[in-house]
């Protein structure tokens, strides 16, 4: 079953920062010392702290003329780097003392992460029949900023449409689009952004990838329906563009742990990475990821009248495209060299007809154009480029001469704002992270992710990682 939210007032982006990885084994000050000026530290000190405690804050929301009152919790909770490890863990994160384990030396921690979430409850519902949702942004390595601070939560950041905000102050107002009116709401930030870190032995590998990803996130969700008792609440998944490959590894591995879902929501999905436009030529004979931005690439082009003869109405001309882009479109690309240079050249300048991107250009490039190809050169002549994420934006081309756009001009233009309000609501409105270090990425410092699907193989964006069949059957 898949749900749709009924407002789709949504900001969504990828941001690419630096990591900072925090220990969570706390080294004890007074640990024996030797004689000499070397210094060792007790097994005792290696075990985990106990987590930072939760902050509770109230509000309250007005959504479709009816204020909502909601208690906040901003937490943290620990999850292992094994489902082995992770039941040896208690809710405060340290060692159950009953787990048996025997405290690790110093420097052989096992693997272990503390991931970061905002959860709104409604005040006066029945818990027992009250939907709870998950949700979270993608990347991967995005932290969930984005969803927090301009889609679905009780507050959001206020940006200027197509527009770059001029710097601080942000102002960050009541958002009557919420979905607390419909149900609870957890939002998750990954291991490694936001306040969530990875710790211990061997940790990248352990939380950096489809497989591991998935399975801190199950952890985490088994954790949370425990800590709050919501066991038996209708549970919902949200993610938002690699977070929808992660919906699906998740949802399997949910289900093998004996958690059912009511349903999973897929906003911006990518499912099998074929299907992008990006990095399809590192995949030749793969062409599902042309043909499907087509449609995408001559709404963008008629956004900024370069569409030749351009129609006054959008979607039925967009029908028409989708239609050509399914047909004879598809077809030309499947025929591979087979394809005579007459039929080449009807094609290519179809796609002119619908883009704007000149017919010479398009035979250049074997009538295949990546995301960032089309995005550099649809605005060329004035050396811009256009948005990616949101491709009514346009901003200057860094490089006028480079073959793809090297950055998105609307994540560059919002990110600075989305950034100092999640600061700002953390530390004013949450009262939560005051001394640490909000991560929106955590794509730096050795970051490096497993695009492995397990029992499939694959790689990166064009070489056929598919999360496709990890979808759990009704």
């Known amino acids: 079953m898949t749900i749709y939210p009924r407002r789709t007032r949504f900001f969504v982006a990828a941001a690419a920062m630096t990591l900072v990885a925090g220990s969570a084994f706390a080294q004890d000050p007074q640990a024996e010392k030797t ?31 009816k204020p909502i009152a909601y208690k906040a ?51 006066g519902e029945n818990v027992a029949t009250r939907p709870i949702v998950f949700i979270y942004n993608g990347g991967p390595g ?34 009557e689009d919420s979905l607390l009116d419909a149900a ?40 949370f329906l425990t800590k709050y008792d919501r066991w038996n609440s209708p549970r919902f998944l949200f993610g938002e563009s690699y977070g929808t490959t992660r919906d699906a590894v998740l949802a399997a591995a949910l289900q093998r742990h004996g958690v059912d879902l009511n349903g999973v929501v897929f906003l911006s999905q990518i499912l099998s990475f074929d299907n992008s436009a990006d990095g399809s030529d590192g995949n030749p004979g793969t062409d599902n990821g042309a043909f499907l931005a087509l449609p995408s ?31 004879d479109y598809a077809t030309a690309l499947l025929q591979g060299t087979d394809l005579d240079a007459t039929r080449k050249a009807a094609v290519a300048a179809k796609l002119e007809s619908y883009t704007g991107i000149p017919a010479a250009t398009w035979i250049k490039a074997n009538l295949r154009l990546t995301g960032g190809q089309f995005a550099q050169d649809l605005l060329g002549t004035s050396d811009e480029t256009t948005g990616r994420l949101d491709s009514r934006w346009r901003g200057p081309s860094m490089n006028p001469m480079n073959s793809e756009s090297d950055y998105d001009p609307f994540s560059e ?26 991560e ?14 397990k029992g499939q193989g694959g790689g990166w964006a064009g070489t056929s990682s598919n999360v496709r069949a990890r979808l759990p059957t009704p």
């Open 73 to 123: 919790v901003a937490g943290l909770i620990r999850v292992g780097g094994t489902d082995q490890q992770d039941a040896t863990i208690a809710l405060d994160g340290t060692l159950l003392p009953d787990s048996g384990m025997v405290p690790p030396k110093p420097g052989e921690e096992p693997a272990t992460a503390t991931m970061f979430y905002t959860a709104y409850f409604a005040k």
């Open 184 to 223: 609870d709401l957890v939002f998750v930030d990954a291991p490694g952004t936001g306040y969530s870190r990875v710790m211990g032995k061997d940790a990248n590998k352990a939380f950096y990838g489809i497989d591991p990803d998935a399975a801190a996130f199950q952890r985490f969700i088994r954790r």
């Open 413 to 438: 233009s919002i990110e600075s704002a989305i950034v100092a309000a999640m600061n700002t609501y953390a530390h004013n409105t949450l009262n939560f992270g005051k001394e640490l270090t909000y």
């Open 35 to 65: 004689t000499t000026t070397t210094s060792t530290v007790s097994a005792e000190s290696a075990k985990p702290h106990p987590l930072t405690p939760d902050s509770v804050t109230d509000g309250t929301v007005t959504v479709a003329g």
């Open 440 to 453: 929106p990425s955590a794509r730096m410092g050795g970051w490096n992710w497993d695009m492995t699907v």
């Open 297 to 327: 690439f001559a709404a963008t082009a008629w956004y900024h009248h370069k569409v030749p003869n351009q129609p006054a109405e959008l979607l039925p001309w967009l029908h028409e495209v989708e239609q050509y882009s399914l047909g």
């Open 142 to 175: 995005s932290a969930t900023m984005y969803l927090r601070m301009c889609s679905f939560g009780p507050v959001r950041v206020v940006l200027p449409d197509l527009g770059h905000p001029a710097g601080g102050p942000y102002k960050i107002v009541p958002n």
